[in-house]
């Protein structure tokens, strides 16, 4: 299974990414379709962090305090796409963002769930 997260940039504060997570691999694309898919993030010298989750149907989604009202995470399954829509990006953003699909139907804010994992995309906010 191979993911693959694009969108990143190096942005001003304020401005406003879209992530895309997305494969070329027909059986990737039923993993994304039929799975829960969540993004996280990882600073340098800190954790890889929780993001944002979705549900295989899109109806539960789910963010990390620190991007909620901020971030909102959506799904085209006719696509095998998962989006996450970032605006108002603070320095504090910054960071390598990983799309992965979790080991079932529905997200998990929880990384022991997540099985696959992309190849991440860089995020730069600059003040």
């Known amino acids: 299974v191979q993911l693959q997260a694009s969108g990143g940039g190096l942005v001003q504060a304020g401005d406003s990414l879209r992530l895309t997570c997305a494969t070329s691999?027909?059986?990737?694309?039923?993993?994304?379709?039929?799975?829960?898919m969540g993004w996280f993030r990882q600073a340098p010298g800190k954790e890889r962090e929780f993001v944002s989750t979705i549900s295989w149907r899109g109806s539960s989604t789910s963010y990390a305090d620190s991007v909620k009202g901020r971030f909102t995470i959506s799904r085209d399954n006719a696509k095998s796409t998962v989006y996450l829509q970032m605006n108002g990006l603070k320095p504090e953003d910054t960071a390598v963002y990983y799309c992965a699909a979790a080991r079932g139907s529905q997200g998990s804010d929880r990384i022991s769930d997540y099985n696959y994992w992309g190849q991440g995309t860089q995020v730069t906010v600059s003040s």
């Open positions: 691999r027909p059986q990737t694309r039923r993993t994304i379709t039929n799975n829960g």
